[in-house]
T-cell receptor, first 111, second 113 residues
């Protein structure tokens, strides 16, 4: 199956700092999704990208669909304590709607 | 709008015992998914239903896992017998149809001792 490589695995930052994380694959995709998972909860969709080169924002979050269609980036500006959680990239399998998830980036924000 | 409901939230069992998880999807969502999330990993799809029919169960360990979605609404995932490596969070998700956004429930955390 497809494999998504997320980096970094974890990040420890100070409140107010900007954050950047990425997801790469050896395969080409038509859709990139970014989810956030809070402790004890299921993942929640943050941003969906459907076109190579697309740049989409959701509040302080900005995500980009790489031109090569093999990668995507998520940036968080001016981090706050509630940004703490695990961020996953995901993409649907080309044959259907099964989502393949990356391993996640654990974000810790120190007040 | 009510979200995806799952129960129980936590379960601890001994290996070789049986366990069942329940999921109630968002009203009107025809597609239902069960995912397994092992600690430190992303969710992995176990089975996908479209109404009450199975669309994808290629990653379901069928010798011990089973799932059903009677009447195309609620769903139950069962493990019998459980193994230590089944310790994980089991997430249920639903969507209006396969190409639409998936909404996840809070999950059931299973610990097998």
């Amino acid at each position: 199956g497809q494999q998504l490589n997320q980096s970094p695995q974890s990040m420890f930052i100070q409140e107010g700092e900007d954050v950047s994380m990425n997801c790469t694959s050896s395969s080409i995709f038509n859709t990139w999704l970014w989810y956030k998972q809070d402790p004890g909860e299921g993942p929640v969709l943050l941003i969906a990208l459907y076109k190579a080169g697309e740049l989409t924002s959701n509040g302080r979050l900005t995500a980009q669909f790489g031109i090569t269609r093999k990668d995507s980036f998520l940036n968080i500006s001016a981090s706050i304590p509630s940004d703490v959680g695990i961020y996953f990239c995901a993409t649907p399998e080309t044959s259907g709607s099964r989502l393949t998830f990356g391993e996640g980036t654990q974000l810790t924000v120190n007040p | 709008e009510a979200g995806v409901a799952q129960s129980p939230r936590y379960k601890i069992i001994e290996k070789r015992q049986s366990v069942a998880f329940w999921c109630n999807p968002i009203s009107g969502h025809a597609t239902l998914y069960w995912y397994q999330q092992i600690l430190g990993q992303g969710p992995k799809l176990l089975i996908q239903f479209q109404n009450n029919g199975v669309v994808d169960d290629s990653q379901l360990p069928k010798d011990r896992f089973s799932a059903e979605r009677l009447k195309g609404v609620d769903s139950t995932l069962k493990i019998q017998p459980a193994k230590l490596e089944d310790s994980a969070v089991y997430l249920c998700a639903s969507s209006f149809s396969p190409r639409y956004e998936q909404y996840f429930g809070p999950g059931t955390r299973l610990t097998v001792t």
